[in-house]
C-alpha cells in the first residue's frame, strides 16, 4: 500500500501562493496517477488536479485552471500543487491522492488518500 501525507498548508492572504508537497511512502508512485482534491465545509470534495503516471499530462478544474500548477518527480515520490492567486473560495482541506486506475477526475478513482492540509484565504 501506498501512504501519503501532505504538508505546506496554511493561512494566506488573497492573491496569494501557496505551495503543498505530497510525501508518498510504502511503495514507489511510479506507476499511480496523482491528484489532488479539496473539500470545503458543508461541500462534497471537489476536483482540484491530476497527473498522469509519466507526468507527460496534466488536468485541472475549471474553478484553478490557469492559476494552480500540479507537478511530480516519482525518483523523490513526492506530488506538489502550486496554488497562484488564490481567492476566498479556495479555502478547504486539500487532499492528495493516489490511483492505478485514477485517469479520471472522480474522487471515487482514487485508490488511497492523504489526511488533507488546510489552507485557509483570509486578509
Known amino acids: 500500500q501506498v501512504q501519503l501525507v501532505e504538508s505546506g498548508g496554511g493561512l494566506v492572504q488573497p492573491g496569494g501562493s501557496l505551495r503543498l508537497s505530497c510525501a508518498a511512502s510504502g511503495r514507489s508512485i511510479a506507476n499511480y496517477g496523482m491528484g489532488w482534491f479539496r473539500q470545503a465545509p458543508g461541500k462534497v470534495r471537489e476536483f482540484v488536479a491530476r497527473?498522469?503516471?509519466?507526468?507527460?499530462?496534466?488536468y485541472y478544474g475549471d474553478s484553478v485552471k490557469g492559476r494552480f500548477t500540479i507537478s511530480r518527480d516519482n525518483a523523490k515520490n513526492t506530488v506538489w500543487l502550486q496554488m497562484n492567486s488564490l481567492k476566498l473560495e479556495a479555502t478547504a482541506v486539500y487532499y492528495c491522492a493516489a490511483g492505478t486506475q485514477l485517469g479520471s477526475s472522480q474522487p471515487g478513482s482514487a485508490d488511497y488518500w492523504g489526511p488533507g492540509t488546510q489552507v485557509t484565504v483570509s486578509s
Open positions: 497527473i498522469s503516471w509519466t507526468g507527460g499530462r496534466t
